[in-house]
Structure formats: structure tokens, C-alpha cells
């Protein structure tokens, strides 16, 4: 019996009655001879709140001073947890995130863990403890200031430590009971996926799946640390995501499962001469205004005017910040407009399996085509295939993809939500 | 122009609204060529939510994660402060008491201060920024674990910041206008004092006024750090704590004012043996227990039965263990019965005159005696007589006093009350 970090969400420790039946189920893994580390997020609403209440003092709240309110909501939901532990008649301690040595770098809002350092944790694992660490924080290896990992930052506190302490897994606890084939709320007939491998996980994480943040699978990889993600509302097994397939049933599937993703904007630039360095003055100047772009596509030039069309996907929270930016260059780049559409949307087909059978990218067009779903952009990896359509089109088009590759469980019943249903 | 230290109490940023209101205030001073350090405590009723909440979880709170779970408070306001400011235009940073160098002993709830080294506080200074640091909190020396100072602890934060950063003045900000003559809500003709000794603001303090703790104004005479007492809703002065009088038209009254306090019970040991070492046997018993007495009488012995009884107050809400403790020694001490009685009030008068001036004494007695009022138990220091009376008789006792003594304000409207009424 191993060392094992556990990471509870907000939704698992909502209220008094969550983070005592959460303490249940550690104090169950302690029981069973494990040493326990417990990743907690804040209580439900309460980040929203303090984002909230700043808002209302600042319309931009700083850096710094806001990840010190923010991580404020972790210090609660932590304390309450140890309390709840030792009210059961087991040790626990609570420890900040710089208390457990979580070193990142200075950027606010959204920094970098650069370094583990645990002695405390191990000091408390030693003495017999269980050890609770605020999720989401950490404390900056140059200005000691508080600093937070951004949304979802949790799970990668979580696997952040489970590496640092060469813990055999990481569980992240959810609500749900693992990584599905599909969206459950679209495919009623999405089955929970028993294991997956780090590359189609962070494939599909990358295409929309929001189960898991990329960043925190790409940390695990790295480390080679198994996540389990499984619900806190049952005793269930979740999905395992590792390297190697777990346990005697599980084998690697062709197809890992359809992922999608309505978040995404996209600009069309029109009217562009179709000359080298172009597309090179476009991206730069969207690069310069810190926008991540998704996939892009350059239409063929037509032969007559010696123009051509460029369009890319680009989350739609940075659109103003995207167009603003190209209207600005203009005159250097040398277009004739710009066309924004938010009216998309993103299916992506995950899975290894891929790679050595030829036939899925046809089958997957085929799909979509037998359900009426017009394409308007295509990009793909070695284990992925994304189309961009309507966005009205595409819990239509997950569901015929998501049949045609044979992932529809027999029966509805496989999909099982946890208690709050959020 | 000096540095300042300013406090603010949860009323004064019980909402956003209270924040803005601080922060302008805060940056005036900074206007006006100070450098400003700020103490802030928990937004309004934020404490008392934490702990509600860590009483759904567990019955009796553990105090390390008890302190954990309770300096949120703090640094949700101090944050949110700091943000306010930046809106205005200055530079703030907001300091946990960790980061601001309280450190203190290992006593969870209720740890004392044992040192300040506000080497970051100096260079946010220096730097030309107002720093904001959380009330109330600290970090053990030994553990290095997350301390709390006990309820208005906020204000002995302040004082102690005060004295290891050589300020010229702790500013302790509250909702009412200052110290008066006798609690406004018990006599209306009070009178704000303008400026008080540490002396006489000491015995205030320990008989039951409740504007500034008695451990704060100890801490401020032992480094001789003026205190100005005033409000957050007001421009108005308040009342100066110091050891000299300031400004010009103040001088030193005979009597600063009438405290009262109904929070003590009074415990009566029947049939005493009179022989030495009985009321140490009562006492050590008592002290054991870990409660502290405030007033001792002990009656003439009865000479027919060589019997006599001990009375002492002490705080109600430690009734309960003091008879326990007295119950279980009984056998050894050697009593007859004990008696409990929790329908008493404190009344006492408070001046520095007092030594110079024989006759206040008895104009105390004759006050109280012509109001009808009983007296039960007293006890006296160089600056001070305390009388014991049934509760009922408090307020009225209190009244005729502070009328006997010409402490009366000349109209009522001299008693001012902040915004919230709180």
C-alpha cells in the first residue's frame, strides 16, 4: 500500500454535508493502509463570489492582490476538511500551497508550477497524518508572493504532488464517473471509458473534453503518474488514464471517443495577396496580442485577382481582442476585410487506433455526411481528425460519429451522473 | 509627516461599498504626505460564518485548522482593499500576518505576539506603496503554523505594527466616535473623552468597556505608542490614548468615566473552616481550571461556628467549569455548599484624580446609595472602585454616577453614532 494523492473539486465539498462525506471516503483510504494526500478546491460557488466582490471594488482587479483573495477560498474548504478528518478521530493537517512547497513562477492568475518541494507534507505523511494542500496556489520563487495556477489548477496541484512524492496515483475526484466516449448531456448513449491512454487524453482534452485540463494530463505524462478520475458521489471504478492499460479486462480501443467543443470563434481574413510572408504578418500580429489560435486554413488562390482567403478558430473570449488587433495591422499586411463568425463548432475524433487503420478518416466524413453536416474546415493530428461546422449542427454530428464508430452503450443506463447533477 | 498605522475594523468593510469609503480615506492620508500602513479584520459578519461553518463539520474545531480557516477572513478584505486602492490611482499590496512578520508563540486562538520584523512592510514603503496587512493573525515562531490572536486581535496587530515600525500614531478606526464617559447606550448624556491616559484607559478596559481591548493598550503603553480612537464614518476627531495630554484644550479630568459589565457571575464557597491556607485551597482549584477571577471578598468569620464564606467573580461563560472544579475539590478544601449567582453587574469609576482627591470615594457611595442601589461586593485600585449590584440596578447605577461626578454632556447631541449603528 502506496502513497496516494486524492483531488476533490468544488462540487465534492460544496457544503458541511460534502466535505463530511468527502473526510468519510479519506479516512477510508487511510484505513486501507494508504498514506493519504488530499488536493481540495474551494467550496462550490465561493471563487465565483470573491471574483464577484472584486469586481465590485475594481472593474480590473490586479494580479497579485487577486490571487491572494482568490486563494483565500481553498484556505476555507482545506481547514473544514482537516476538521471534519479529525472529528472521525484520524490526524489530518491542512497546508497552504506554499506551506507544501509548491513553487511556481511570478506570472499571476495563471503561473507556472516550476517546483515541488514537499517536506512538510512528508513530515506530516511520516508522523502519520493525513495531509490536505490547498489546491489552485502556490507561492512565487522570487517575490515569495501568492500566486495562483489559473482555472482548474486543482488537478495539476494534485499531480504536481502525486510526482513530486512518487505517489502510485493520483485520483481526481469529480461528479461525474469518469471520461465518457462523448459528452453525456449530447450522446445519451456515451459509455464511461475504463482506461485511456495520456496521448488520446490530452487529444481530447485539447478538443474540448472538460473533464480533465491539458495542462494537468501533459504533467502526468511527463512524470508517468496513473490518474484515476472517478466520482466522489460513488464507490465506482472511474477511467484510468496512464500509460499502460490497467487491470484484465481492459484493452486499447481503435477509437478513444468524440470530443467537441463550442468555445471557438472564426475570422476569416479576405482579400489576402497571395505572396510569401502574408499568412507570417497575419499570425504575428495576432501572436503579438496573446490570443492562442486553433486551426487554420488557407483557401486555394484564385488564379485571376492573385488573392486569397486565410481563416482560423481562436477562442471567442479573445475575438474583439483578435479583430482589434488585425484591423490595426492593416495597412501593413494589406487585405481587403475581415469576417467574425461565432456560430461554430468543433468535432474531433480521438484514438490512437488511428494510425494503423487507414479506413477511419473516410468513415468519419462519411458519417457526417449520411447526417447532413456540412464541413467548413478540417485539421488533424496522427491520432485525432477535427472538422469545424454550424454550431446548430453539432450535437447531431457527435451523435452520428459517435454511433458510426460503434461507441453507443446498449442501454442507456451506463451513464451515471453524481448526486448534484452539476 | 510621519507613519501612520490605521485600523479597520469588519464594520467599517462590511460591503463593497465600506471598502471604497476605506480606501479613500486611506489614500487622504497618503495625500496628505504619510507613509500608510493599514490593519484590516474580516469583512462584516465573515468570521462569524466561518465558524458556524466549522461547527456543522466538528463539534469542537481543532485550533491549528481552526486558525487556518478563520485568517480567510482577513484575507479576503485585505486583498479586496488593496484593489481599491490600486483603483484610485496608488500603489497597495496586502501582506498576510506572515508576510507582514507577526510572529508569535504556538498558543492556536488566542497566541501572543513575540516579535514583529516588517522587513517587507518597510521595503513596500520605501518603495512608495501603502501596505495593507490582516488583523488578527500571526505565524508561530517554532512551527512556523498559521497563528490567531484571539478575538480584537486586529487591534493589537495594529499597535504592535506601530511600535516596530516607530510610527507616530495607531489610528483604530471603529464605528463609534471615540471613548466616552459611560456607554452612550446606558447613559445618552455621555461624552466623547478627547484624550485619556494609558492608565486610566487600562481600568477602563478591564471594567468593561469594550472600544479598545485591554491587551492592545497595554502594548501601546508598554512602547508608548499613542493611540487616536475614531471613526470610519466621520472626519471627526476621536479620543487620543497616550501618555500625555495632546493639543491644547485638553486636560487631565479627575474622572475619565463609568464603565459597567454584566458578563460576570458571581460564585459564593458557604461554610469556609477559617484557618489558614482554605482560600488558597479555593483559589488553586479554581486557577487549575484554567479560569480567571476578577473580584475576592471574604466575609467576617462567625465566631459561634468558625465558619465563614468566600465570594468571586468571574466570567459567566466560565461558571460552569469553576463549580465542576470546586465540586471535585470539595473533599480536600472542606466547605459546606457553593452557590451560584449570574444576576450581577459591575459598576466602576475610573480617574487618575482619584489619588489626589480623598473625596471621590465617598461621593461614589453617596451616589449609588441615593439611587436606591445595593451594594454587594467592592474592590478598589489606586484609580478605580469597583461595586458589585444586582444586574437590574446597573444601568440606573451607572446613570446616577456619571451625573454625580458632572461627567453629563451638556445636550444629547453630543453622542454620535456611525453608519451602521453597529
Not at 394 to 399: I, Q, T
Request: with cysteine; glycine share 10%; proline share 2%.
Amino acid at each position: 500500500m502506496g502513497l496516494v494523492v486524492q483531488k476533490y473539486g468544488g462540487s465534492s465539498v460544496a457544503d458541511a454535508e460534502g466535505i463530511k462525506r468527502v473526510a468519510k471516503r479519506i479516512v477510508e483510504a487511510k484505513k486501507n493502509g494508504h498514506q493519504v494526500v488530499v488536493v481540495v478546491s474551494a467550496m462550490g460557488d465561493t471563487t465565483d463570489e470573491l471574483i464577484d466582490l472584486a469586481e465590485q471594488v475594481s472593474p480590473m482587479p490586479a494580479g497579485r492582490e487577486f490571487d491572494m483573495l482568490l486563494t483565500a477560498g481553498e484556505r476555507i474548504s482545506m481547514a473544514l476538511l482537516a476538521m471534519a478528518i479529525k472529528n472521525l478521530g484520524h490526524e489530518a493537517q491542512s497546508f497552504t500551497g506554499s506551506q507544501a512547497g509548491v513553487i511556481t513562477d511570478s506570472v499571476h492568475n495563471k503561473a507556472r508550477i516550476i517546483d515541488v518541494t514537499p517536506g512538510r507534507i512528508r513530515t506530516a505523511l511520516d508522523e502519520g497524518n493525513i495531509a490536505i494542500v490547498a489546491g489552485f496556489q502556490g507561492v512565487s520563487q522570487d517575490k515569495k508572493d501568492i500566486t495562483t495556477l489559473g482555472r482548474g489548477g486543482s488537478d495539476t496541484t494534485a499531480v504536481a504532488l502525486a510526482a513530486a512524492l512518487d505517489a502510485e496515483v493520483c485520483e481526481i475526484y469529480t461528479d461525474v464517473d469518469g471520461v465518457f466516449t462523448a459528452d453525456p448531456r449530447v450522446v445519451k448513449k456515451a459509455k464511461k471509458i475504463d482506461w485511456i491512454s495520456f496521448e488520446d487524453m490530452l487529444e481530447l482534452a485539447a478538443s474540448g473534453s472538460k473533464v480533465l485540463l491539458h495542462r494537468c494530463v501533459e504533467y502526468a505524462r511527463r512524470y508517468n503518474i496513473p490518474i484515476h478520475v472517478r466520482s466522489s458521489f460513488s464507490g465506482l471504478q472511474g477511467t484510468w488514464v496512464s500509460n499502460e492499460p490497467t487491470g484484465d479486462k481492459v484493452e486499447q480501443a481503435i477509437i478513444s471517443g468524440v470530443a467537441h467543443d463550442t468555445s471557438e470563434a472564426k475570422i476569416t481574413v479576405v482579400g489576402v495577396p497571395d505572396k510569401p510572408g502574408e499568412a507570417a504578418a497575419i499570425f504575428r500580429a495576432v501572436a503579438d496580442a496573446e490570443i492562442n489560435i486553433d486551426m487554420i486554413v488557407q483557401n486555394v488562390s484564385a488564379a485571376s485577382t492573385g488573392l486569397t482567403d486565410i481563416s482560423f478558430t481562436l477562442p471567442k473570449a479573445e475575438g474583439r481582442k483578435a479583430i482589434d488587433a488585425l484591423e490595426k495591422a492593416k495597412g501593413d499586411i494589406g487585405f481587403d476585410s475581415l469576417r467574425y463568425d461565432d456560430q461554430i463548432g468543433k468535432i474531433s475524433l480521438v484514438g490512437a487506433g488511428m494510425k494503423t487503420n487507414p479506413g477511419v478518416t473516410a468513415d468519419f466524413f462519411r458519417a457526417l455526411s449520411d447526417a447532413g453536416v456540412n464541413i467548413e474546415l478540417i485539421s488533424t493530428s496522427e491520432i485525432r481528425i477535427s472538422v469545424v461546422t454550424r454550431a446548430d449542427d453539432v450535437n447531431e454530428a457527435v451523435r452520428a460519429v459517435h454511433s458510426a464508430f460503434g461507441l453507443d452503450s446498449d442501454s442507456d443506463e451506463a451513464v451515471v451522473y453524481g448526486g448534484t447533477g452539476r
